[in-house]
């Protein structure tokens, strides 16, 4: 079936220009993540959304960051004023999500969106 | 506070020379261990999760183990297509399920 779908798969802007990146989970997941992986670094933890619950988000570096999931499906990341530092790729992962063990919270990874902010 | 270490950082094989990947971990409380396979330009590709001490799981040339305090991937008689950054995370108990990412350990299997 289909997997994580994300886009633009490359993006390109200027500093201090606003971009959203989209994600399109696996159809039936409930929770939704995203993550940052910059050049050297490992996968740094963003936001977390789970059904209509109030997303969990710890892992925003700045206020400049904002997400949201619109019909528990698909999410956008939007970052504002964008700055040198956050060129990297951002990845969305889905899971089953709820309150079950085991397969539910195994995340599944989309192809990322490659951030460079010039 | 909850923390992954691979190691080593990278590791080079003849083809058919097995070895063993190291993922310590420190967290507050286990729900999962997860190891993922990224290939360059590409996302993280789901392996394995383990999620108490002493299960065993395998999946072809890949065999994952779990101890209180760090997992290994053994690797029997590689192949050069399993070349690829093997990254190992955890996730804790809790109300989040977000999860913690070593480094990875960039494996180069040649022929």
């Known amino acids: 079936g289909a997997g994580v779908s994300q886009s633009p798969s490359n993006k390109v802007t200027e500093k201090g220009k606003d971009v959203e990146l989209r994600c399109d989970p696996i159809?039936?997941?409930?929770?939704l993540y995203w993550y940052r992986q910059s050049l050297g670094q490992g996968l740094e933890f963003l936001i977390y959304?789970?059904?209509?619950?109030?997303?969990?988000k710890s892992g925003l570096p700045s206020d400049r960051f904002s997400a949201e999931r619109t019909g528990g499906s698909v999410s956008t990341l939007t970052i504002q004023r964008t700055q040198q530092e956050d060129s990297a790729v951002y990845l969305c992962?889905?899971?089953?999500?709820?309150?079950?063990?085991?397969?539910?919270?195994?995340?599944?990874f989309g192809p990322g969106t490659r951030l460079t902010v010039t | 506070e909850d923390q992954v270490t691979q190691s080593p950082e990278a590791l080079r094989l003849q083809e058919g020379e097995s070895s063993s990947l190291n993922c310590s971990y420190t967290?507050?409380?286990?729900?999962?261990l997860f190891w993922y396979r990224q290939d360059p330009g590409k996302g993280p590709e789901f392996l394995f999760t383990?999620?108490?001490a002493g299960e065993e799981k395998e999946k072809e040339r890949l065999k994952a183990t779990l101890t209180k305090k760090e997992s290994f991937l053994h690797i029997t008689a590689p192949k050069p297509e399993d070349s690829a950054t093997y990254l190992c995370?955890?996730?804790?108990?809790?109300?989040?399920?977000?999860?913690?990412f070593g480094t990875g350990t960039l494996l180069a299997v040649q022929p």
């Open positions: 992962a889905s899971s089953l999500g709820g309150t079950w063990s085991g397969p539910a919270y195994e995340q599944y």
């Open positions: 159809s039936g997941h409930t929770a």
């Open positions: 959304f789970q059904g209509n619950s109030a997303p969990d």
């Open positions: 967290v507050s409380g286990l729900r999962g």
């Open positions: 383990l999620y108490s």
């Open positions: 995370a955890v996730q804790a108990t809790g109300a989040t399920n977000k999860l913690i």
